[in-house]
């Protein structure tokens, strides 16, 4: 009986290992299910305009965990003039709806870091580093220095 039990107790202990691994592992396979869209500002209006569609899975992962590293501060930030652009990571296949987070980016006047607010409530200052790192994901482009 004893052993019976242990023995049931080991097959439910496995079985929480092996999709606690296997949960792990969907989170970076979400990110590859997901393309950034990307938008420009133009003139000085607010309007924006589609720049680019990153759907490679690496770069959007590269972006995630560049922003990731950051620290953000829960407040809400109020700039002086618009977005030079704004994305959201969306779902590659159209079919699966979901209520996307807008981060908005501005370039500082030094043109060496970016800020970035997600939402209305989460602000942050990337280092060069990784404001280098998202600047490229995002546009293609190097960041002027």
Not at 3 to 31: A, Y
Request: net charge neutral; hydrophobic share 35%.
């Amino acid at each position: 009986m004893k052993r019976k039990k242990f023995l049931i107790g080991w097959v439910v202990v496995m079985l929480l290992l092996i999709m606690g691994c296997e949960n792990e592992g969907n989170q970076d396979t979400h990110l590859y299910k997901r393309a950034i869209h990307v938008e420009k500002q133009v003139g000085d209006s607010g309007n924006y305009e589609q720049i680019r569609k990153v759907q490679e899975g690496k770069e959007v992962k590269r972006l995630k965990d560049a922003l990731d590293q950051s620290e953000w501060q829960k407040e809400k930030i109020q700039m002086n003039r618009p977005p030079n652009y704004q994305f959201i990571f969306a779902f590659k296949n159209t079919q699966i709806t979901d209520d996307p987070v807008q981060y908005k980016v501005w370039i500082t006047p030094d043109h060496r870091q970016l800020e970035v607010v997600s939402g209305d409530s989460a602000y942050t200052k990337l280092p060069i580093e990784q404001s280098a790192t998202v600047f490229e994901v995002l546009t293609g482009e190097k960041l002027e220095q």
